[in-house]
């Protein structure tokens, strides 16, 4: 980019409660300013070699027109992706459709020599077959239909410049479609190797579109897409922001034998500032053995020990009162979480903009049976009514105004009701990277026969941790 430097990226949005956030920068070379513009307006800021300050709306090739940008130099332009727009909700984990195409309306023609080149043979039966399939990128789309194919061809051919095809690359992997595209080489450029790998290539078609038949492969390909390209390449600078904003973690428990498996769970973590408040439910617990096995953690630990005859969700309120985070989630001590755990649910709730987000969808470990599951998967990447409570994400804000009810048992259930009561919403986002483990001890009274009859796939024997963190 001539002569320019990237100031700041600012999105801003309104609320239902006429409540405006800020939520900024991508690259900031002098202190953050945060600037008012209008609802779901995305802008980026930019200063020019005489300090004159330009908005630019993102996406435009104006940004090549004021700028003097090169049309190619993608990274240069940090390929801005509106998470608001491009995102998995309402993804299809079990697509109905084929192949879809998808490029640009005015090169329509290229579409037809492609077809003659004998790429899409084995795929297409005949060229008005693939027009049937094909989805224009440049102007009004429909998104949905992307979402519900089982994988997406990007051609660069099909589109006027090198810039707009990554664009639409990105875009599309920030919607997790499984893609395969005609010039993979130019992406390499931005696009790590390891992400690189997760993308197919016209030499590899057939091989690619097997593996996606496979829909462990296939979900899993599309998490790792959606969460690179969200986090490097969104409108907010998402490994930024996640160094400012810190989750409070809050376990309330009543089982000293799980301390050690609570503190390896949220080591794991790879979400950078997050704090633990620890409320020990009961008085069987040694206080000084774990406050000094809390001495080496990478993050701040909170230990508050009440009455075995606490209510339940009177804990959990007085771990909300002494949370010093801007989000507050709730973690469960016998459950188990994969590394990005907490990265999946912070970006569901930013791209969802949900009040509440958590995964009703889950894997399930039935200790009696010594069977694992999944259940739920229908509520994937959905509007949901219900979430586990060991998987919740809230702002603190929200959090501190509508609190746990003072009861025993159904608290989270209670707590989101409460929420689309008030005409709030709750979002479930996909499965990976938490295990609900059942083991006899719950306030939710079903035996292991009533989640085995919910599970959608069937069981499989014995516990699988690895296959169900990506």
């Known amino acids: 980019m001539k002569n320019l430097n990237i100031i700041e990226n600012i999105l801003t949005f309104e609320t239902k409660k006429e409540r405006l956030k800020a939520l900024f920068f991508r690259s900031v070379k002098s202190s953050v300013k945060i600037i008012t513009l209008p609802v779901n307006c995305c802008k980026?800021?930019?200063e020019n070699k005489n300090k004159e300050l330009i908005f630019v709306a993102n996406g435009s090739k104006k940004i090549d027109e004021m700028c003097g940008c090169d049309e190619n130099d993608v990274k240069n332009a940090k390929c801005i992706v509106d998470i608001l727009k491009y995102n998995p909700i309402n993804w299809q984990n079990n697509p109905n459709e084929k192949i879809c195409i998808v490029g640009e309306r005015r090169n329509n023609k290229k579409l037809k020599s492609l077809f003659k080149t004998g790429i899409f043979d084995k795929h297409f039966s005949n060229y008005s077959e693939i027009k049937k399939y094909f989805v224009d990128f440049s102007d009004k789309y429909d998104k949905e239909k992307l979402k519900l194919?089982?994988?997406?061809?990007c051609d660069d051919e099909l589109f006027e410049t090198k810039y707009a095809y990554t664009r639409c690359v990105l875009k599309l992997m920030a919607m997790g479609a499984p893609l395969i595209?005609?010039?993979?080489?130019s992406l390499e450029k931005y696009i790590p190797k390891e992400y690189m790998n997760?993308?197919?290539?016209y030499d590899d078609a057939d091989e690619f579109v097997m593996k996606c038949e496979d829909l462990f492969y296939r979900e899993k390909l599309s998490i790792v897409l959606r969460r690179y390209v969200m986090t490097e390449f969104g409108q907010i600078n998402m490994s930024e922001k996640k160094k400012l904003e810190k989750i409070s973690i809050i376990v309330s428990t009543m089982r000293p034998e799980n301390i050690n498996q609570l503190f390896e769970n949220i080591s794991l973590q790879n979400y950078p500032n997050k704090e633990l408040i620890l409320i020990l439910h009961g008085d069987e617990f040694d206080v000084d053995e774990i406050k000094s096995k809390t001495l080496n953690l990478a993050y701040d630990v909170r230990i508050i020990?009440?009455?075995a005859l606490t209510i339940f969700g009177d804990?959990?309120?007085?771990?909300?009162d002494n949370a010093t985070g801007d989000y507050i989630t709730k973690m469960d001590d016998d459950d188990y979480y994969g590394p990005n755990h907490l990265d999946d649910i912070y970006l569901a709730l930013h791209y969802s903009q949900a009040t509440i987000v958590g995964k009703t969808g889950n894997f399930t470990y039935l200790e009696q049976s010594d069977v694992m599951i999944e259940f739920g998967e229908q509520a994937e990447d959905r509007w949901w009514s219900h979430l586990p409570g060991g998987t919740i994400l809230i702002r603190t804000d929200d959090m501190k105004k509508y609190k746990f009810a003072s009861i025993k048992k159904s608290i989270d259930a209670e707590l989101v009701g409460r929420i689309i009561e008030n005409g709030d919403s709750a979002y479930s986002t996909h499965r990976y990277n938490y295990i609900r483990v059942r083991h006899g001890e719950h306030t939710y009274k079903k035996d292991d026969a009533f989640f085995i009859e919910q599970s959608g796939r069937g069981e499989r024997k014995?516990?699988?941790k690895e296959s169900c963190f990506v």
């Open 181 to 185: 595209v005609g010039d993979k080489a």
């Open 315 to 320: 804990n959990l309120n007085i771990g909300v």
């Open 149 to 153: 194919c089982s994988v997406v061809i």
């Open 44 to 46: 980026i800021l930019f």
């Open 198 to 201: 997760f993308i197919g290539s």
């Open 462 to 464: 014995g516990f699988d």
């Open 305 to 307: 020990q009440k009455d």
